[in-house]
């Protein structure tokens, strides 16, 4: 059995030969040889790496002695005799004895352990041999308090996990089952790595993890243990978390590494906070804007219905309130966010850190989103409230239509109930009867003539109910009032004409004239009364079409006038005639004419009411055809405003979207331009004011059309908020390019470099490159895109950058000189100088 231990000084006391001893006892142990292996192999691959290779099984890949000298020179720090690079056995023994000879010289002694175990594979020898070497290159070199090796090891783990809870380093393999110790050592000299107090002993699988994660990641220790061997194991094994914890002694000894770290710390925190304040403030102003934009979404969607138009215009000028006083600030944040994000990204990859991702619901798409929600949102709100009060004008127009109209038959149905009911013709003789008959059918004339009028009453209840009208229960009361009171009557009219006939035969004595007079003075009154109902009633027109109709029908009606005069004058003959035969035959006239109520005084006092309400109408219809002719100019005026404005902008987008790719001169000399450019588009604001002027006078006006313009004034505000924002935008990509530039000392001659092969490809001049003309532009300026790992020698990168011609007569325009893997690491690091500038320049790029 091989002596691992022989090469340990010879102060060990009795106890560690027992321990050791009980140690070799238990190597046959597969769960120890399992995490034997893994670890072993885990540092030899941290030293082989530095000579760009590796190995995968410990006992095969040592077996022909080539290897294990390349990992005793690397660690060593010194040149073994040359290599025989034959493939017979005895060329890999002699490789093999070379690599023990050299074990020798150091002062190892090797027990057991012979080169032909090794090229056979022998797994315990093989373990045993690369132990040996652990012993005396990582561990016996270790002093503490006058203690070294184990010892030395040992009392190092105790004294700096000796401040931490649950951490009691007393050997090594259950002291460091439950992973604190391993989290210890790390925070103790690396805190900004663990969160030590949020670590729970009960939890050792994770605890291990993430120790294991957080060393390889930040310490540069490769794993070389696995958590659950670890603790599905009743005792790890010894050397194995040995090896790993001198891994940790050699990363954190000595005081130049701990000032190092110290001030790479303090550097890292000071560009973290600095971050970190940026991410707090974009998250913050993100949340203020989205929660802005939450609020103010249901106010837009509310549709409750206010019951008269005064109050929708209330709330129109609300709505013109929020556009024009809460919402422009709100569109700055907006703005000011996207430049936020973009900096700190920029920021981001100047530090090698990776790029911000926002929380959930609050990335840079999100926001525009919710934006254009609310964009949407505040377009059906303006809708709405148009509609609205289109809606609630034609409802107050229909009510009070309805309540003339009802007025008008209530008041001439008032007492028909008492005079249809009344038995006069009981005691009356038989002229007196035949005058009541001839009255009741003048009467029947003049309620079929109001048949018109109570169907329009209900045809004017019904379109109330269905616009919804908020006093619809008292229109419908009143209306089915009037309609049973017209039912009522019809009734009653038809049992008094049946009592009258009864005794017609009674009746011989008529007056024909007083009958012709009440049979053509009722319609001619019902006339009148339609005509004045028609002369005073309102009206509601949107362009001049509408009122010209209104003034045609109206000189048609005044065109019948001279026939309607006739026929008054054909009335009132009659009446004249009726006195004219009194007299002539001495006849003494009881009173007022049996058939009518309607007498010759009433005829001319409505005939000269009607009259004078023509020149009134006249002047209605005239001032009504003014304002709309006034509203044709406004129309026009916004018209004409509008559409310099829109053409404007559209002038703009394209001359700002030409400047973004064709701009020369140095950057300061471009931002310069730039803000300039800025300055003179923010010039034009006042005419931007102007059209929201005339924009305003139209809908005070009630205007909901215009003929003369495709533009809203919704579009060209989207426009020019569209414009203000590409501006910026443009003068944020400088700054960012400025940033870079400084950050990474790029020259003004590489830019223009840059620059020109970017125009070169960008062949649709769309300020964008595609993927594969990408890939041309980095071939252009002498980049092998093709074969990264091929990058060649770091010392000839500045001329390889700085002229892709130059490069190419040095390599005769190939590029295959092999590189190890810190070369290329090294090229990448100064390729990635160069490639943030262009994905600031084009953004689509990144995609």
Not at 332 to 345: A, D, P, R, V
Not at 363 to 382: C, F, P, R
Not at 410 to 421: I, P, R
Not at 615 to 620: E, F, G, I, N, S
Request: glycine share 4%; aromatic share 8%.
């Amino acid at each position: 059995m091989v002596d691992y231990h022989a090469s340990n000084n010879q102060s060990s006391s009795g106890h560690m030969e027992q321990e050791n001893d009980w140690d070799r006892d238990l190597l046959l142990d597969p769960a120890w040889e399992k995490q034997q292996r893994k670890t072993f192999t885990a540092w030899c691959n941290s030293h082989l790496r530095k000579s760009g290779t590796q190995i995968e099984n410990i006992e095969e890949d040592f077996r022909d002695g080539l290897k294990l000298m390349l990992l005793l020179e690397v660690i060593a720090g010194e040149r073994l005799p040359k290599p025989e690079r034959g493939k017979m056995r005895v060329h890999k023994i002699n490789n093999v004895n070379k690599a023990l000879d050299f074990i020798a010289s150091k002062g190892v002694k090797l027990v057991s352990i012979g080169a032909e175990e090794i090229v056979d594979g022998n797994a315990k020898m093989t373990l045993g041999m690369i132990w040996t070497i652990i012993l005396r290159f990582a561990i016996q070199d270790i002093s503490v308090e006058e203690t070294s090796a184990k010892e030395g090891l040992l009392l190092w783990c105790q004294r700096k996990t000796a401040p931490y809870k649950n951490v009691n380093v007393q050997n090594f393999h259950m002291s460091w089952k439950d992973g604190l110790a391993f989290n210890a050592l790390i925070h103790r000299h690396r805190p900004d790595l663990i969160d030590y107090d949020s670590l729970r002993k009960d939890d050792p699988v994770t605890n291990l993890n993430n120790a294991f994660e957080v060393a390889e990641k930040h310490l540069d220790i490769p794993k070389m243990l696995d958590a659950e061997d670890i603790v599905n194991t009743g005792r790890p094994d010894e050397k194995a978390i040995m090896t790993y914890v001198s891994s940790f002694y050699h990363a954190f000894s000595g005081a130049q590494k701990a000032e190092t770290a110290a001030n790479r710390i303090c550097k890292v925190l000071a560009v973290n906070q600095e971050n970190e304040q940026m991410m707090e403030d974009y998250e913050k102003l993100a949340s203020e804007l989205l929660e802005w934009i939450r609020r103010t979404i249901p106010w837009l969607e509310n549709r409750t219905q206010e019951k008269t138009v005064n109050d929708m215009q209330a709330k129109q000028e609300d709505f013109r309130d929020y556009r024009c006083v809460h919402k422009p600030p709100k569109v700055q944040e907006k703005c000011q966010l996207e430049i936020s994000f973009n900096t700190l990204q920029t920021k981001l990859r100047l530090s090698n850190r990776p790029a911000f991702m926002p929380s959930e619901g609050r990335m840079v798409s999100d926001i525009n989103g919710a934006w254009h929600t609310l964009e949407g949102a505040e377009k059906g709100y303006e809708e709405w409230i148009l509609s609205e009060i289109r809606r609630l004008e034609r409802l107050e127009h229909l009510a009070e239509k309805f309540h003339q109209k009802a007025a008008i038959h209530e008041s001439w149905t008032d007492g028909k109930e008492a005079m249809l009911t009344q038995k006069d013709y009981e005691t009356s003789t038989l002229s007196e009867v035949k005058a009541l008959l001839r009255k009741h059918e003048a009467f029947e004339s003049d309620l079929a003539a109001h048949q018109d009028r109570v169907e329009q009453i209900a045809a004017i209840a019904q379109e109330l109910n269905e616009l919804d009208y908020y006093d619809s229960a008292s229109v419908n009361a009143r209306c089915q009032k009037i309609c049973d009171q017209w039912d009522t009557l019809g009734a009653f009219t038809h049992g008094r004409k049946e009592s009258l006939e009864r005794t017609e035969k009674q009746l011989e004595s008529i007056d024909e004239l007083y009958l012709e007079y009440a049979k053509r003075a009722a319609p001619f009154n019902n006339w009148m009364e339609g005509a004045m109902e028609d002369l005073q009633d309102m009206f509601i027109v949107h362009n001049i079409e509408e009122i010209q109709g209104l003034i045609t029908a109206h000189e048609q009606f005044k065109s019948t006038l001279a026939e309607a005069n006739k026929e008054r004058e054909a009335i009132q003959a009659i009446q004249a005639e009726v006195q004219k035969i009194a007299q002539s035959n001495g006849i003494k006239l009881s009173g007022s004419n049996p058939y009518t109520t309607i007498t010759p005084q009433s005829i001319d006092s409505k005939w000269e009411k009607a009259m004078d309400m023509v020149p009134l109408r006249d002047t209605a219809l005239q001032g009504e055809l003014n304002k709309q002719n006034s509203n044709d100019t406004l129309r026009a005026k916004f018209a004409t405003q509008a559409n310099t404005v829109g053409a404007y902008i559209q002038a703009k987008m394209e001359e700002i979207g030409r400047i973004s790719i064709e701009m020369n001169g140095t950057l300061e000399d471009q931002l310069t331009s730039l803000k300039e450019y800025q300055k003179t588009i923010m010039s034009y604001m006042p005419e931007i004011n102007t059209l929201e002027g005339y924009h305003q006078h139209i809908q005070e006006a009630l205007i909901f059309d215009n003929q003369y313009t495709s533009y809203s004034m919704e579009h060209l505000r989207v426009g020019w908020e569209q414009l203000l924002t590409t501006i910026a935008r443009t003068i944020n990509e400088v700054e960012n390019q400025i940033l870079t530039r400084d950050a990474k000392g790029i020259s003004q001659e590489q830019l223009y470099e840059y620059r020109a092969s970017f125009n070169h490809f960008d062949k649709d001049h769309s300020g964008a490159l595609m993927a594969e003309e990408f890939k041309a532009c980095l071939i252009s300026l002498g980049y092998d895109v093709e074969n990264d790992k091929q990058v060649g020698d770091v010392r000839r990168q500045s001329q390889f950058v700085g002229s892709p011609s130059r490069r190419a007569e040095q390599s005769g325009g190939h590029r295959s000189d092999p590189t190890s893997a810190q070369e290329c690491t090294t090229f990448l690091s100064y390729l990635a100088t160069i490639i943030p500038l262009w994905f600031i320049i084009i953004p689509k790029i990144a995609e």
